[in-house]
Structure formats: structure tokens, C-alpha cells
């Protein structure tokens, strides 16, 4: 079991930043990759952006890239999600989620997660 706590949500303006916080505890040695994803009202669960651990390398949704940055500085355990230049369509809940699957995988779906975070708000006014 791996437990997930997401933080960092909140109401800006367009243009503005957030930094999201992902605390991991529990069986956190068992996490090959940790991700961001987002779901809008009435829309699916989308991809935003993530970590492997094995390579170290991050990878991003088409969307955020050059806006958003994902890192760590206590690798399987703390992982954050930067996000500059804001728009209102950034608006949405973001999800912290693990991957305890495939140590050197890159994953970009839902499906490929075994765990996670409960959700933080994020809301972008224009």
C-alpha cells in the first residue's frame, strides 16, 4: 500500500503559478514512476506530467510542456508539479498517482497506476 497526499491548490489569475506538493508514505521503495494527472468537470482523467524513478527522467503532456515542471527532491517520497503561465484551461482537480509496475516504463495512462492521491483544486480565473 503506498498513501498519497496531494497540496498546493488553489484560486489564480491567468499568467500567474502554483506548485503542488505530492507526499508519498508506505511501501514507497515498491514506486517505479509518480505522475500528475488532471480531470476537468465532465472530462476525462488526463496525463499531465511525471517521473522514473530507474532513469531519473521526466516526461510531459503536450499541454503543460514548457510551463509545468515535475521534480522531486526526496525521490519516491516528495514530488512536486511547478506550474507557470497559467491558463484557464489549466483549470481542474490534479491527481498524484504511483506506479508500481514496470521500472522502466514511462507511463501515461490512468490505467497504469496502482495508486492514488485524493485531489487538489486548482482554478485559474481570466
Known amino acids: 500500500q503506498v498513501q498519497l497526499v496531494e497540496s498546493g491548490g488553489g484560486l489564480v489569475q491567468a499568467g500567474g503559478s502554483l506548485r503542488l506538493s505530492c507526499a508519498a508514505s508506505?511501501?514507497?521503495?515498491?514506486?517505479?514512476?509518480m505522475g500528475w494527472f488532471r480531470q476537468a468537470p465532465g472530462k476525462e482523467r488526463e496525463f499531465v506530467a511525471a517521473?522514473?524513478?530507474?532513469?531519473?527522467?521526466?516526461y510531459y503532456a503536450d499541454s503543460v510542456k514548457g510551463r509545468f515542471t515535475i521534480s522531486s527532491v526526496n525521490p519516491k517520497n516528495t514530488v512536486y508539479l511547478q506550474m507557470n503561465s497559467l491558463k484557464p484551461e489549466d483549470t481542474a482537480v490534479y491527481y498524484c498517482?504511483?506506479?508500481?509496475?514496470?521500472?522502466?516504463?514511462?507511463?501515461?495512462?490512468?490505467?497504469?497506476?496502482?495508486?492514488w492521491g485524493q485531489g487538489t483544486q486548482v482554478t485559474v480565473s481570466a
Open positions: 508506505g511501501r514507497t521503495f515498491s514506486s517505479y514512476a
Open positions: 498517482a504511483t506506479s508500481l509496475r514496470n521500472p522502466w516504463a514511462r507511463p501515461r495512462s490512468p490505467a497504469e497506476y496502482d495508486y
Open positions: 517521473i522514473n524513478w530507474s532513469a531519473l527522467n521526466t
